[in-house]
């Protein structure tokens, strides 16, 4: 008969939380927008490390950082025809691009 061998793992403790459905399923979701396992979320938000940031949100960062560029990007053209109302339009998209980025980069 084969004796059983202990695996040696990264984690060797284990602790049981009790929860409803309800916060179970939240959790997995919480979890599953993040890209992490239920394990290594629920260690990132009891003992801290790397925030938690959404993988949406980076995705959505990346993008508005990306219309911003291209924002700049047509300043000169703009500016060249004259047009006040125009620049100050762009100015305040601009701001508001970076308001959601600044928003959606603070850690949860």
């Known amino acids: 008969m084969k004796k059983k061998t202990i695996r040696a793992t990264r984690f060797p403790s ?3 939380v ?7 399923e939240r959790l997995r979701e919480q ?3 993040a890209g992490l396992s239920v ?9 801290g490390g790397r925030p938690i940031v959404a993988r949406t949100d980076n995705q959505a960062i990346r ?6 560029g291209l924002l700049k990007h ?8 004259g047009q006040p ?5 762009m ?3 601009l701001e508001g691009i970076q308001n959601a980025i600044e928003t959606m980069s603070k850690p949860s």
């Open 31 to 33: 979890s599953a927008s």
């Open 85 to 89: 109302e125009a620049i100050a339009q």
């Open 39 to 47: 394990s290594e979320y629920i260690r990132r938000r009891i003992f």
């Open 91 to 93: 100015n305040r998209t």
């Open 74 to 81: 047509h300043f000169g053209m703009v500016r060249d025809t």
């Open 18 to 24: 009790r929860m409803t459905t309800a916060e179970d």
């Open 14 to 16: 284990r602790r049981t």
């Open 63 to 68: 993008e508005l950082r990306r219309l911003g």
